[in-house]
């Protein structure tokens, strides 16, 4: 077995172990989510029981007071010192009251619009004879009227009678307090405030997550470019000592061959200098110039087509690229996505022919431009996470290679990448669609 080379039981276990972690990782969200949900019902439950203790209580205090009311208010007519008692007791009481005559004539009432005031004794008792009465002091007697029936369909009014006679004097209506409106409104509150919360700390944790990732992208960036930057100095340099001494010495070394050898170092330097230019492009705000978005695209297809592995069967890449406007774009980043992209198909064909299509259309202004294969497809699931960084279904690789296409085309060109259509045995498409000037 080659020394670095896994064998198949090992890409085998590796898979598994991958799988595993996945299923663990989505388990926890998943268990997550219904402890968040119990906890929500719980809450939401208790509270909601707790209010209605409270109500009853309320509720029942309420009624006692106003039966009180109702009960000591004939005896209070006759006694100066009940009388009294009587008023300080209706001056305390925190909810809507009105006690109304026999004939349903409205003669006192408490914490109901318009204020007692407003309406003279001498007016209540001509309306109560039958008799007219100003038109303003009809429209206040009316709102209390209506304020009597909204009391009525809560609770029952209290019949007042006399105590010897039990003959009929009036009824008292009344109704909740508005503290008992408003405790009725606390499981909803509640339940909101603890959904707000928990949005807040998915949002915040959300947040932590990606600013990671992105400090990861940019360290990982710039420590690549400055590793690079190095060997390319160098590389440079000899370059440049060759050449000098083929012009000083000139017969030494076949000029031919060393022309050769020069080409061939120039376009490695040029290659490894665009790796460099791209990952330092990663960690800070790239230059975007108008670009031939097809010619662009040409020269990545012509470039990845000799990297296509000849040894394991036919592989065929074809394009169709159509003229489009130039667009602002970042030339060596944009390179980087789409070289990404096809790796990525590439990687994906699992039979023979393979086969890999490339287009590109104009679209609202800008560009459209494909990528399809005819490879092992994506599930839905893995469709959801395929643009999430460190998430691959290779046994080796990194899983960066869409997420930081994603970030080329979304974040630095605000364009959109995403998955098209990919069906599971039959192949996958992603798009990259960038906006018009």
């Known amino acids: 077995m080659t020394a670095g080379v896994p064998s198949a039981r090992t890409r085998a276990a590796r898979v598994r172990d991958a799988q595993r972690n996945r299923s663990r990782s989505e388990l926890l969200r998943a268990s997550l989510f219904v402890a ?70 409205p003669r006192a009432w408490r914490l109901v619009d318009p204020d007692q005031a407003l309406v003279s004794a001498a007016s209540l008792d001509s309306l109560a004879q039958g008799l007219p009465i100003a038109p303003v002091i009809r429209a206040r007697v009316n709102s209390v009227y209506a304020r009597i029936l909204e009391l009525d369909r809560k609770h029952p009014p209290i019949l ?166 130039p667009l602002p774009c970042s030339r060596e980043l944009l390179e980087w996505a789409i070289e990404n992209l096809i790796a990525n198909a590439i990687n994906a064909l699992d039979k023979r022919p393979g086969r890999i299509e490339v287009t590109v259309i104009p679209r609202d202004g800008g560009a459209e431009i494909t990528v399809k294969d005819n490879g092992r497809g994506m599930s839905a699931a893995e469709q959801r996470r395929a643009f999430e960084p460190g998430y691959t279904t290779k046994p080796r690789g990194w899983g960066l290679g869409l997420a930081l296409a994603r970030r080329v085309v979304e974040e630095y060109h605000g364009g959109k990448l995403s998955v098209r259509k990919s069906v599971p045995g039959e192949g996958t498409t992603i798009a990259i669609v960038l906006p018009g000037a």
């Open 36 to 105: 968040s949900l119990v906890m929500l019902g719980g809450v939401f439950l208790f509270t909601h029981w707790m209010v209605q203790q409270l109500s009853k209580q309320v509720s029942a205090s309420s009624e006692l007071l106003a039966r009180l009311c109702a009960q000591a208010s004939f005896p209070a007519t006759r006694d100066s010192t009940l009388q009294s008692i009587l008023k300080g007791v209706i001056a305390d009481i925190d909810f809507p009251m009105v006690i109304a005559d026999e004939h349903g004539v």
């Open 160 to 325: 007042m009678t006399q105590p010897l006679t039990r003959a009929t004097l009036g009824r008292l209506h009344y109704g909740d307090p508005p503290l008992l409106e408003r405790l009725r409104w606390m499981p909803y509150v509640t339940v909101g405030g603890l959904i707000a919360l928990i949005g807040v700390g998915v949002w915040g944790l959300e947040t932590v997550r990606r600013n990671e990732r992105r400090n990861i992208w940019v360290g990982m960036a710039l420590e690549t470019a400055h590793q690079l930057g190095t060997p390319l100095s160098s590389l440079m340099g000899w370059v440049e000592l060759l050449r000098g001494r083929m012009e000083e010495t000139p017969g030494s070394v076949p000029r031919e061959e060393l022309t050769e050898t020069l080409g061939e170092m120039e376009r490695d330097v040029d290659r490894l200098n665009k790796v460099a230019q791209r990952f330092s492009h990663v960690g800070s705000s790239p230059r975007l110039e108008r670009q031939d978005v097809s010619a662009l695209v040409e020269r990545v297809v012509e470039y990845m087509r000799r990297r296509i592995p000849r040894e394991e069967g036919e592989v065929t890449m074809t394009e169709l690229i159509e003229k489009t406007a």
